[in-house]
């Protein structure tokens, strides 16, 4: 798709915008989910950490037993998260080019 006419950008920012709108509960939901993971790995590192106490008197030998057994804890829900946040940025960087694109034909 070409851009070279405005009804062409109004066009393709449409699309953009109803893009956005059909990804925005998947991006919210991924977003909650990884917030929650985030709570449950951090629980889940504590609970190690105190866990490591009896067998390690050296906190930094806890901090990296605590760190190994919950290091992949809520993985799938970052890389969800963190990608569907690749997509909104792009889409809404994609709008703000085409608005500038717009604005720079209405003074041609």
């Not at 929650?36 to 105190?50: P, V």
């Not at 050296?58 to 690749?86: P, W």
């Amino acid at each position: 798709m070409t851009l070279d006419n405005p009804a062409a950008v109004i066009e393709r920012l449409a699309a953009i915008e109803s893009d956005l709108a059909v990804r925005q509960n998947t991006y919210e939901s991924a977003a909650g989910r990884w917030v929650r993971a985030m709570r449950n790995q951090k629980k889940a590192r504590a609970s190690a950490f105190l866990a490591a106490k009896a067998e390690r008197t050296v906190v930094a030998e806890r901090n990296a037993i605590a760190d190994e057994k919950t290091a992949l804890d809520g993985m799938e829900e970052e890389a969800e998260y963190v990608a569907l946040r690749a997509v909104m940025q792009t889409l809404s960087e994609r709008a703000s080019i085409g608005q500038s694109i717009l604005r720079a034909q209405g003074r041609a």
